[in-house]
């Protein structure tokens, strides 16, 4: 199992090591900016920081020695010529390429645009076929002006399939490299539109989708307006319904098993906090059609814990996950969910945790 | 006379909607609303009588821009929906 996690929080990278069987934080860095999005490049080692310095816009940090020291490289940013002349918000999230594409990076910002990079982040290039699909006019933000792109997820069978998720504007895969997209998601359902829209694809707000590395056609979608899986790639979705609440930000998929992925759900989307104050982790391990609603270990009175969308991790084995909360709580389990323990609960609001 | 539907966000304060209100666009329907349910007006429109940044209404099926709703003729039997705008979180 993974000893060593990436949190991005609002007030700095944190690096999280496992010593003697607990966890500590093991390094601080960029500490008091706020972190947008972590990377730890599996191919070659690199771990990335995404940046947004409150006055002087957002960065991207590389480092090339475990997090020893840290070298500035180039940010994402909107050619002064694209469409509608937008400028970089934040980076959402950044994911790695495909091990046949060595240096190649991608990245989700707000507004949402698609960005990728074939030199390890020393230089960017927008997705300019992406930007310009004449359904960004309908695009909104979700949680932020502008909407913006938080799932990018290459398919690990062919380096030219790449699905995107937009809060709002839907879900997409280029099966050409990035050449030209279409736009999926048939099933999804939004209620903050009107009934005769709600059907509408490039308009949805998938809060974050997440896939099976073995099963790359099963993907999992925790949605604005409850929980989707797709057997397809993502082209068509099917509502899987938990016991209770079915909003939430936060999804995991397990990497082997393609029937079980966790969700950490929430009072639907007035509200936004656990119910009764009682905060849960919901699992299915037949793929949707039933679910275990896991208490052990988390906080079961006056817990205002909200997971975002990048702050529910699972390991490669399957079997240990982390989470992290917008009040700055981290936990881990070691069994599946089944039981959680502390990490720390005094840490900065928590956007994303992944082991690295 | 139009059809003015409120999110169900808003149900608490409009639970007897869809509302029927007469007015030639956008502004003059939701001010035919508001007339009869004052305590409506402050959670649609701020102090200066725009529209709030992260409410968003659709005519017949279509997002109007947020700096043009007010003013946006509208048919007799027209279909309103005073959602809210995701970018409010």
Partial sequence: ?356 | MAEVHFTSWLRELVPDGPVMARGATVGDALAAVFADKPHVRGYVLDERGSLRKHVCVFADGARLPCDATLGHPISAEAKLYVMQALSGG
């Fill in chain 1, 1 to 356: 199992m993974s000893g060593r996690m990436l949190v991005a929080t609002r007030k700095g990278l944190l690096t999280l090591a496992r010593e003697n069987g607990s966890w500590r934080v093991a390094a601080t860095d960029f500490p008091g900016v706020p972190v947008t999005a972590a990377l730890h490049d599996a191919r070659d080692g690199a771990l990335y920081a995404a940046l947004k310095h409150g006055h002087f816009g957002s960065k991207l940090h590389r480092s090339d020695d475990q997090g020893r020291s840290w070298q500035e490289v180039a940010v994402p940013a909107f050619p002064a010529d694209a469409a509608s002349a937008p400028s970089l918000f934040q980076v959402w999230t950044l994911e790695a390429g495909a091990a046949s594409q060595p240096g190649r990076l991608w990245a989700g910002a707000i507004p949402a645009g698609l960005f990728r990079s074939d030199d390890r982040g020393e230089s960017w290039q927008l997705v300019q076929s992406l930007w310009d699909v004449p359904e960004r006019a309908k695009w909104f933000g979700g949680g932020y002006d502008a909407a913006g792109i938080h799932t990018i997820s290459p398919d690990p069978r062919d380096p030219n399939r790449v699905f995107v998720a937009i809060s709002c504007g839907g879900v997409w895969e280029t099966r050409d490299g990035g050449e030209t997209w279409s736009l999926h998601g048939a099933g999804l359902i939004a209620a903050y539109l009107p009934p005769e829209l709600a059907g509408s694809l490039g308009q949805q707000d998938p809060h974050r989708v997440a896939r099976c590395a073995a099963a790359p056609d099963v993907m999992w979608m925790q949605h604005h307006n409850g929980m989707f899986r797709s057997t397809d790639a993502g082209l068509t979705w099917a509502t899987i319904k938990p016991p209770g609440d079915d909003f939430g930000f936060a999804v995991a998929a397990h990497p082997k098993d393609p029937q079980t992925a966790w969700f950490a759900p929430a009072i639907k989307d007035e509200l936004r906090i656990p119910r009764d104050g009682a905060f849960a982790v919901t699992r299915t391990g037949d793929g949707g059609k039933s679910f275990d609603v896991l208490r052990t270990g988390l906080p079961q009175r006056d817990a205002y814990d909200l997971v975002y969308r990048h702050g529910l991790a699972v390991d490669g084995t399957g079997t240990r996950l982390a989470m992290g909360s917008t009040t700055g709580a981290l936990w881990v389990s070691d069994d599946s969910g089944e039981g959680w323990s502390l990490v720390n609960a005094h840490l900065p609001p928590i956007y994303a945790v992944q082991f690295a």
